[in-house]
């Protein structure tokens, strides 16, 4: 069975400095897709970064950024510049190619201190 | 992006009572849709995956007969907490699948009394 872990609880950092997020995961698949998820106070969950097991490239959207290691099975969500609406909890995700089904690790609350 | 919905958003309910949740695809249909249940401080737990047309699929330890699930149309799916008990309050959250991916409910908080 796949898994999703994420071994940082809980994170701090100062405003505009650069975090990172870890996330392993398990599969015995080779095609599947890994995800970020952002979840704030209001408890939306907002999709941050999506990355295709197949591509080599690591996603980048704006401020984010992923380092993908598919060997490694790590897949670390990295935010420059941080700014205090990034507080929020974030959840490291994994869906197979074969069915829909999104397996989400626990989650790491990050606190963006002012 | 596509929106999805959910109604209520809140509820408050007496032990005993059923309640209903609604999870609506607004801008797009979804013959998938799926059930989370999130207690506080933690990660999303899937319920069970809704099938348009056909029964929903549990996932191991949900029960069916107490959370009843019906994916009337290709928008619309409805989960319903059956003879709820305080226990089952909790923050319950739907999403909707599109091709690429899934798209979130702002979730319902459920409280029983």
């Known amino acids: 069975a796949q898994t999703v872990t994420q071994s940082q609880p809980e994170m701090s950092v100062q405003e505009a400095e650069t975090v990172t997020l870890s996330c392993t995961y398990d599969t015995s698949e080779s095609d599947y897709y890994l995800f970020w998820y952002k979840q704030p106070p209001s408890r939306q969950m907002i999709l941050v970064i999506r990355?295709?097991?197949?591509?080599?490239q690591n996603a980048t959207e704006n401020r984010f950024s992923v380092n993908f290691q598919k060997a490694a099975k790590s897949f670390s969500l990295k935010i420059s510049d941080s700014q205090l609406g990034d507080t929020a909890m974030y959840f490291c995700?994994?869906?197979?190619?074969?069915?829909?089904?999104?397996?989400f690790g626990k989650g790491t609350r990050l606190h963006i201190l002012p | 992006g596509a929106v999805v919905s959910q109604h209520p958003s809140r509820v408050i309910c007496k032990s005993g009572t059923s309640v209903k949740i609604e999870c609506r695809s607004l801008d797009f249909q979804a013959t998938t849709m799926f059930w989370y249940r999130q207690f506080p401080k933690q990660s999303l737990m899937l319920m069970a995956t809704s099938n348009e047309g056909s029964k929903a699929t549990y996932e191991q330890g949900v029960e069916k007969d107490k959370f009843l699930i019906n994916h009337a149309s290709l928008t619309l799916s409805t989960l319903t907490v059956t003879s709820a008990h305080p226990e089952d309050s909790s923050f319950y959250i739907c999403s909707a699948q599109t091709v690429h991916e899934q798209f979130f409910g702002p979730g319902t908080r459920l409280t029983v009394l």
């Open positions: 995700a994994y869906r197979g190619n074969r069915d829909d089904k999104i397996i």
């Open positions: 990355q295709e097991a197949y591509k080599q």
